[in-house]
């Protein structure tokens, strides 16, 4: 197996630490999950995905020609430490190594007031993970949904359900098709509730998708509030917007997800290192899952929080 990548556009530089940080944020642990076209992080009892521009250079070699992937399991702050030396770094490399055990050694060339350049490096220990395993960590098929909106600015929901928080350690998440979103908590001696208004809607998947759903009717999801407050207290990719999906149906999930995938300058990507987030998204399903959807040319994230039974 066989693994080399390299940063040196500052912007896509910063934006990989900043992602970093949020899944150090999201999970203690992680999985490295690379193929020729992308780089994950899953997270281990949550999932996040990420996407062009990132690497000037990227060379991978998998288990086999059939299976040419390599899932690496990793603790989340050790990468996040390292990464947060990048800071206005000229360049970063990122190479899978046998050091008496596999480690990810991340060097950073940092500028001087000198013409020379400083190199720091970091020996990340890892553990490959074995082929009969990898189906646990593949992406969830993502089923069609109740109810797709925009959210809020998450600082807002943020500041919200922090609140809620003190007083219950449940939400309730409607949403409709016009709309409308409300977050909800209910105990014996209180109910409060949030409204929001004319968020928006996105387009359906698909064109039967909710097609027989009366637009004021709201799709509810019943969750724990310290998974939401998670999600929202750990991301750094500051979207100018969001989107929520309610899912349809019974699906096994893990717990939550992040997969950050970073692809290879040349995969489709576009040009330019001026990256900017186009979208979040929310996709709710009626008392089954609820769906995160932060969109970005460069990243994107995916969050799934399951209903409580």
Not at 24 to 30: D, N, S
Not at 91 to 110: G, M, Q, R
Not at 120 to 140: G, M, S
């Amino acid at each position: 197996m066989k693994f080399r990548a390299k940063i040196v556009d500052a912007a896509c530089l910063n934006h990989f630490t900043r992602v970093s940080a949020m899944i150090a944020k999201l999970a203690k642990t992680c999985t490295l999950r690379i193929s020729p076209e992308k780089l994950n992080f899953v997270l281990s009892d949550r999932v996040a995905s990420a996407g062009e521009n990132f690497f000037s250079e990227f060379q991978m070699e998998g288990i086999s020609a059939e299976n040419n992937a390599i899932y690496l399991d990793l603790t989340a702050e050790n990468l996040s430490r390292a990464l947060k030396t990048a800071q206005n770094a000229r360049a970063l490399k990122i190479k899978l190594t046998n050091k008496h055990f596999p480690c990810l050694t991340v060097s950073i060339e940092l500028l001087s007031v000198s013409s020379s350049s400083r190199v720091v490096t970091h020996d990340i220990p890892v553990k490959v993970i074995p082929r009969k395993l990898w189906k646990d960590l593949q992406e969830p098929t993502i089923p069609d949904s109740d109810v797709s909106i925009y959210l809020p600015a998450l600082k807002t929901m943020k500041s919200i359900v922090e609140k809620m928080k003190n007083i219950s350690n449940h939400l309730i998440m409607e949403a409709n098709l016009s709309g409308e979103l409300n977050l909800k908590i209910e105990t014996e001696l209180v109910c409060v509730t949030t409204h929001f208004k004319d968020l928006g809607n996105p387009p359906p998947a698909s064109e039967d998708a909710s097609q027989e759903r009366p637009p004021e009717q709201m799709a509810e999801v019943h969750i724990d509030i310290r998974k939401l407050l998670q999600f929202l207290a750990g991301q750094q990719v500051n979207p100018t917007r969001a989107v929520c999906r309610h899912l349809k149906g019974s699906h096994t999930f893990h717990r939550g997800a992040s997969r950050l995938s970073a692809r290879p300058t040349g995969s489709g990507a576009q040009d330019g290192p001026g990256a900017h987030l186009t979208g979040t998204e929310n996709y709710l399903v009626s008392n089954k899952i609820i769906h995160f959807d932060l969109l970005h040319e460069d990243v994107s994230l995916q969050y799934f929080i399951p209903a409580l039974s």
